[in-house]
């Protein structure tokens, strides 16, 4: 497989910024991904996915490889669970949607969000009191530096609040090939404890909801706080909430009497990010073709024509504007290159 040269990156990825990949290939199988590997052993790699949580600020000299490896199947299953798995190129959202349609519980609150399955314990994706670390059960990633298979089970993922050992300890040194999810079958625990969430059944006059009930209102509530990244162009919450000790922020609730927080243990308190950005002016804000999400502060989104470095420009005037009004570092959720 030759590479192709010189390609617009500006389709593969969710924010739609327009810079080239030198080289780029794309691996639809794990053989192909493996004789590019062993081909191109002595060059940098950049590994794409979905491009859904990457901000992208320059052209990509390395050789841009595209995991594109689908496949989805129930590996066993017993009276209440299923083990499900599905590959690295597999769509989220369609497999979440795939797993309801088999009546199988357990990934509802994580609909519609964007990316690829084998972005997912990477990031630890989560939404509405759930995390993809509360239903994997293992994953397969591939060893770069000797191209070996290595098998991760749940308590080797390291998982944390939007993190795991792939950001840390092993990043860049292995990419997820495939996940292993446990669903249930029947006795579904659902989660439905967010307000957003409960207003929606509510709404819609749903006392006993069923799992798929769950995931509509979900992607109710998504589509209506998050533009759709085909008509302008983001990466969803480009912060991760801050956690802070619960002294700093009685000292701040002092100040901030409606402050909203979440508890997270007896120690730490989780404040959301998009309520501080939004109190310190910058929801709904725009800078040329750069701006903050009208409806949802923590989402940036490129209007058009932005360029990543002004997105990232943006970013760091929000961190810096929230640090000095508030005392709390928030970080991006988005990883930036």
Same mark, same amino acid.
């Given at each position: 497989?030759?590479?192709?040269?010189?390609?617009?990156?500006?389709?593969?990825?969710?924010?739609?910024? $327009?810079? =080239? /990949?030198?080289? &780029?290939?794309?691996?639809?199988?794990?053989?192909?991904?493996?004789?590019?590997?062993?081909?191109?052993?002595?060059?940098?790699?950049?590994?794409?996915?979905?491009?859904?949580?990457?901000?992208?600020?320059?052209?990509?000299?390395?050789?841009?490889?595209?995991?594109?490896?689908?496949?989805?199947?129930?590996?066993?299953?017993?009276?209440?669970?299923?083990?499900?798995?599905?590959?690295?190129?597999?769509?989220?959202?369609?497999?979440?949607?795939?797993?309801?349609?088999?009546?199988?519980?357990?990934?509802?609150?994580?609909?519609?969000?964007?990316?690829?399955?084998?972005?997912?314990?990477?990031?630890?994706?989560?939404?509405?009191?759930?995390?993809?670390?509360?239903?994997?059960?293992?994953?397969?990633?591939?060893?770069? =530096?000797?191209?070996?298979?290595?098998? &991760?089970?749940?308590?080797?993922?390291?998982?944390?609040?939007?993190?795991?050992?792939?950001?840390?300890?092993?990043?860049?040194?292995?990419?997820?090939?495939?996940?292993?999810?446990?669903?249930?079958?029947?006795?579904?625990?659902?989660?439905?404890?967010?307000?957003?969430? %409960? /207003?929606?059944?509510?709404?819609?006059?749903? /006392?006993? #909801?069923?799992?798929?009930?769950?995931?509509?209102?979900?992607?109710?509530?998504?589509?209506?706080?998050?533009?759709?990244?085909?008509?302008?162009?983001?990466?969803?919450?480009? &912060?991760?909430?801050?956690?802070?000790?619960?002294?700093? &922020?009685?000292?701040?609730?002092?100040?901030? #009497?409606?402050?909203?927080?979440?508890?997270?243990?007896?120690?730490?308190?989780?404040?959301?990010?998009?309520?501080?950005?939004?109190?310190?002016?910058?929801?709904?804000?725009?800078?040329? $073709?750069?701006?903050?999400?009208?409806?949802?502060?923590?989402?940036?989104?490129?209007?058009?024509?932005?360029?990543?470095?002004?997105?990232?420009?943006?970013?760091?005037?929000?961190? /810096?504007?929230?640090?000095?009004?508030?005392?709390? %570092?928030?970080?991006?959720?988005?990883?930036?290159?």
């Amino acid at each position: 497989m030759i590479p192709a040269t010189d390609i617009s990156l500006k389709d593969y990825n969710t924010f739609g910024i $327009d810079v =080239k /990949a030198q080289r &780029f290939i794309v691996a639809t199988t794990q053989e192909q991904l493996l004789s590019i590997l062993k081909t191109h052993s002595d060059q940098a790699l950049f590994f794409l996915g979905g491009g859904s949580n990457m901000l992208l600020t320059k052209d990509i000299e390395a050789l841009v490889i595209q995991l594109a490896i689908k496949g989805k199947r129930i590996l066993r299953q017993d009276d209440d669970f299923a083990w499900v798995e599905a590959q690295v190129g597999e769509n989220w959202h369609e497999f979440v949607l795939w797993t309801l349609e088999r009546d199988l519980g357990g990934l509802e609150n994580l609909s519609l969000i964007p990316g690829q399955v084998g972005t997912t314990p990477i990031q630890n994706i989560g939404a509405y009191g759930v995390e993809v670390k509360d239903h994997l059960v293992e994953c397969v990633a591939l060893r770069l =530096k000797d191209l070996s298979l290595v098998t &991760f089970s749940n308590s080797q993922c390291a998982f944390d609040y939007r993190e795991s050992i792939f950001k840390n300890e092993f990043k860049d040194q292995y990419i997820v090939l495939s996940v292993v999810f446990k669903l249930s079958k029947r006795n579904h625990q659902l989660q439905i404890g967010y307000g957003a969430i %409960k /207003a929606a059944l509510q709404e819609q006059k749903i /006392a006993q #909801p069923s799992i798929q009930d769950v995931s509509k209102a979900v992607i109710a509530i998504r589509e209506s706080k998050l533009p759709n990244p085909k008509e302008i162009g983001n990466s969803g919450s480009f &912060f991760k909430n801050p956690v802070i000790s619960v002294e700093q &922020f009685r000292e701040l609730q002092a100040v901030h #009497p409606e402050m909203p927080f979440y508890t997270v243990d007896e120690q730490t308190v989780k404040v959301p990010a998009g309520w501080l950005i939004e109190q310190a002016g910058f929801k709904g804000k725009r800078f040329g $073709d750069a701006g903050v999400h009208d409806k949802q502060a923590l989402v940036l989104v490129n209007y058009g024509k932005a360029t990543g470095a002004e997105i990232a420009q943006l970013a760091e005037a929000i961190q /810096a504007r929230v640090s000095e009004k508030f005392n709390i %570092k928030i970080c991006a959720e988005v990883n930036i290159f």
